[in-house]
Every structure is written in structure tokens, then in C-alpha cells.
């Protein structure tokens, strides 16, 4: 038997590409002539993109449709190649970041997500380049605490690749999931789904140079921080927590994560939010309502700096809601405190970049 190009040519157009609903050569997937030798013949199918999630089976599709319409004793190599360049590998991502700082809590509602919002702005203020991930697939608050609920999200082809534009705001760079969802519909997804999504926000985005990357991480431990810690080396861990004996239980939890043998994340230092309230009417005067020097004592005992006491300010909640952190107001308390907080993360990563070798990315399963 005789192969010739126009035989596999017409194989070929038999098979459908799910990506355009055309066959492949419809499609302008034929990357060049088939190459044959006697009974071997070497295809090369051009992809969008090396994460086609229909690469394996269009490739699969390819080399039946040859055994089937010409021959089972043909011996057939596809190649594929991307008419996007590929992903950097893991270990490569982001290379114009200098700090990567995972803003954590051992529990919800201690006001993380608040603090993330907070200290990025402040940086932004300090005048470094910042960028923030919403990286809680779950329950995203980004969009609604800079109020850019509404912002489309746009692609740009950079260096051969299309890489999703983050939203700027208040001298941020951010990306959250719920850029790309329904704010009124449950993300109903399963771990591998999110886990998914989450390194597309990170390696697929033009994040370009960053003095600090803040990762506001979701609650509690999970398949989103074991993501986060194998696909970025983070430089440190800030730990947030209220005063209450409850919320320092789970404070101690997410300290252990961080410095398990298998992970080694150098833990930043704490921060109380929800500290003491101060009534505006009595200015010197401090209520805590949920305890004092919880916190303080947890930052003692496991010999950690206690970065910032926020205190408890209705505006804060407010700002929060209105889409304008606090943090913008320079002549509030709780403004002072947050530049304050931001000056402090400053000087431990420096100390912590200056003493400490670079993290490593975690290899575990």
C-alpha cells in the first residue's frame, strides 16, 4: 500500500474539533504537509493553546481516523504545537515579583480579606507596585470591596501569549474570580475545577512587575492553599486573628501550616483586627469588647511580631462596602493604622529576605 498526503489529509476532515465545531482542516489545525516514510506518518496539529481542554482527545481522534480510513498498520506521530506560546512551568511563574505575601486566618470572619484589602492599598499609598488575588474561589469579596462588581475583564497578547489584564484601582493591580462569575449564583465547582481557575488568575495574567504580591487566601486550610504553595514560592505569611480564645485556636492551626516541615513559609507575623473600640465622643478611651492582648500573648509565645492592632470602626465595614478601603483615608485612626501595618510588613520582609533563604515551592501531594 502507498500513502500520499492527500489520503491522511482526508482522514483528517473527518475529524471534528469541539473547539470551532469544524474539522481539523477547516479549522487551519494542519500545522504542515504529513511527513511519510514508507508506513510511518508524522502530523502536526496547530492548538490555540497548550491548556486546550481539547487537545487529548482531538490527538486521539486524529490517530483513529488515519487507522480507520486508510490503514491499522499505520505507525502515526502527532505533534502538536501552540499558536499561543505555553505556560511558563511551575517555579517560572511571575519572575518580575519580587515578594509574594499570603494574607491568612485559621477561621472566618475575623475581618482577613478586610486586612488584605487594607494593607495593599497602604503599600499602594507607600508608593511600591502592588498587586492583590482574591484566591477564595468560594466566597470572592475583592470586586465589591474596591466596588469594581461591574468592571469587564479584557485578554492581551503579550510576548505571544493572551494573558487576562488585571483590574486596577486605588494604585492596585487585582484579579478575582469574581470578575467571571454570577455575584448573585453559588459557585458550585469541585476542587480540581477551582484549583484550576486559581492558576489561571496566577500564571495567565499580566501581572507584570510587583514589589509586593498580596494572595488573599481563603479560611482555614484547604485544596486552595495547598495550590497556592506549589505553584508559587511565597516569600511569607501574615496570620490574622481576632482577641478571642476561639479565633487564637484557629490562628495556632494556620500558623502550623505554614511551618510544616513540608511547607517552611516563614510566618510574617500576626495581626489583631477588632483590637478595642474607640468611641469618636471619648477619643483616649479603649473598650475591648473581645478580649485584650489575645493576640499579643499568641505573638510572644510562638515568638512572632505582632504587626498591627486594628481597632473596631464602623467605617471600616463601611468603606468596605462602599468599594473605598479605609485605608485611603489618611486622617482616620484606623488609616494611621493600616500605614502603619503596611510600613511594618515593609521592614519584616525586608529583615526576613535579608536573613532567610527563598522559599522553595512545596512538592507534596
Known amino acids: 500500500m502507498t500513502l500520499y498526503p492527500k489520503l491522511i489529509i482526508d482522514a483528517l476532515a473527518t475529524v471534528t474539533y469541539a473547539g470551532t465545531k ?25 492548538f490555540p493553546r497548550d491548556t486546550d481542554p481539547f487537545l487529548k482527545s482531538t490527538v486521539k481522534a486524529a490517530e483513529a481516523a488515519i487507522h480507520y480510513h486508510i490503514s491499522p498498520d499505520v505507525e502515526v506521530t502527532i505533534e502538536t504545537e501552540f499558536k499561543s506560546k505555553p505556560r511558563p512551568e511551575v517555579g517560572k511563574l511571575l519572575p518580575q515579583v519580587k515578594n509574594i505575601i499570603a494574607v491568612s486566618s485559621g477561621k472566618g470572619g475575623v475581618g482577613k480579606s478586610t486586612v488584605a484589602a487594607n494593607l495593599a492599598v497602604s503599600l499602594a499609598r507607600l508608593g511600591y507596585k502592588v498587586g492583590l488575588l482574591d484566591t477564595d474561589i468560594f466566597g470572592p469579596s475583592m470586586p465589591k470591596m474596591f466596588d469594581v462588581e461591574h468592571e ?164 471600616v465595614c463601611e468603606s468596605g462596602d462602599q468599594g473605598k478601603p479605609i485605608s485611603l483615608n489618611a486622617d482616620s485612626v484606623t488609616g494611621q493604622s493600616f500605614l502603619s501595618f503596611a510600613q511594618a510588613v515593609v521592614t519584616v520582609v525586608n529583615r526576613r529576605n535579608k536573613e532567610q533563604a527563598p522559599t522553595k515551592i512545596v512538592g507534596i501531594e
Open 22 to 46: 469544524k474539522n481539523l482542516i477547516e479549522s487551519g489545525m494542519l500545522a504542515d504537509t504529513p511527513s511519510i516514510n514508507g508506513m510511518k506518518v508524522k502530523v502536526v496539529l496547530l
Open 152 to 315: 469587564r475583564v479584557y485578554a492581551t497578547e503579550v510576548d505571544g501569549r493572551q494573558l487576562i489584564l488585571p483590574i486596577e484601582k486605588y494604585g492596585v493591580k487585582m484579579l478575582s474570580i469574581g470578575f467571571f462569575v454570577n455575584p448573585d449564583t453559588a459557585t458550585l465547582w469541585r476542587g480540581g475545577m477551582a484549583t484550576s481557575a486559581l492558576k489561571q488568575l496566577i500564571a495567565d495574567a499580566d501581572w507584570g512587575e510587583l514589589d509586593y504580591f498580596i494572595l488573599d487566601t481563603p479560611p482555614g486550610t484547604s485544596d486552595i492553599h495547598l495550590t497556592l504553595l506549589q505553584t508559587l514560592a511565597i516569600t511569607g505569611a501574615i496570620i490574622v486573628s481576632t482577641p478571642q480564645q476561639v479565633a487564637l485556636a484557629d490562628a495556632r492551626k494556620g500558623i502550623d501550616m505554614y511551618r510544616n516541615d513540608k511547607v517552611n513559609v516563614p510566618i510574617l507575623g500576626l495581626v489583631e483586627n477588632m483590637a478595642y473600640f474607640t468611641p469618636a465622643e471619648l477619643s483616649n478611651n479603649k473598650y475591648y469588647i473581645f478580649g485584650n492582648g489575645g493576640c499579643k500573648q499568641l505573638a510572644e509565645e510562638m515568638k512572632l511580631p505582632l504587626l498591627a492592632q486594628i481597632p473596631i470602626v464602623a467605617s
